[in-house]
């Protein structure tokens, strides 16, 4: 009986065994998105993620007679979608005017730009 693997062999090798190891690693991947509030921004999201075509044995390290079988990526768990500020004016006197934009993370998420107090 044959088996598939990436391993090369030959005659002499004759006498070696043939072992094979899974591994799991946790992948994190942190994402940001503009968008208008929480909703659309979990909309923006599911629609990316991991490229599963880059799972591949590029991703894995080999050295000496050892050869990648195998890779594999599954989806797990995500976190909570987190707020982190506004794109808002800076807080300079011709902000405005010339376009100076920020992420304000003491604005509030339900304030729209428009509804903020000038000082």
Same mark, same amino acid.
């Given at each position: 009986?044959?088996?598939?693997?990436?391993?090369?062999?030959?005659?002499?090798?004759?006498? @070696?065994?043939?072992?094979? @190891? @899974?591994?799991?690693?946790?992948?994190?991947?942190?994402?940001?998105?503009?968008?208008?509030?929480?909703?659309?921004?979990?909309?923006?999201?599911?629609?990316?993620?991991?490229?599963?075509?880059?799972?591949?044995?590029?991703?894995?390290?080999?050295?000496?007679?050892?050869?990648?079988?195998?890779?594999?990526?599954?989806?797990?768990?995500?976190?909570?979608?987190?707020?982190?500020? @506004?794109?808002?004016?800076?807080?300079?006197?011709?902000?405005?005017?010339?376009?100076?934009?920020?992420?304000?993370?003491?604005?509030?998420?339900?304030?729209?730009?428009?509804?903020?107090?000038?000082?």
């Amino acid at each position: 009986m044959s088996i598939d693997t990436n391993v090369m062999f030959n005659k002499n090798d004759i006498g @070696k065994n043939l072992y094979r @190891k @899974k591994t799991y690693y946790t992948l994190v991947i942190e994402q940001e998105v503009l968008a208008k509030d929480k909703d659309e921004a979990d909309k923006l999201f599911s629609d990316c993620g991991i490229n599963y075509a880059a799972v591949n044995n590029e991703l894995t390290e080999t050295k000496g007679d050892v050869e990648t079988y195998m890779v594999d990526a599954n989806y797990t768990d995500s976190g909570k979608t987190e707020y982190i500020g @506004k794109v808002d004016y800076e807080d300079e006197e011709y902000a405005e005017e010339d376009g100076l934009v920020e992420i304000n993370t003491m604005a509030s998420e339900s304030i729209k730009p428009s509804e903020r107090v000038n000082g």
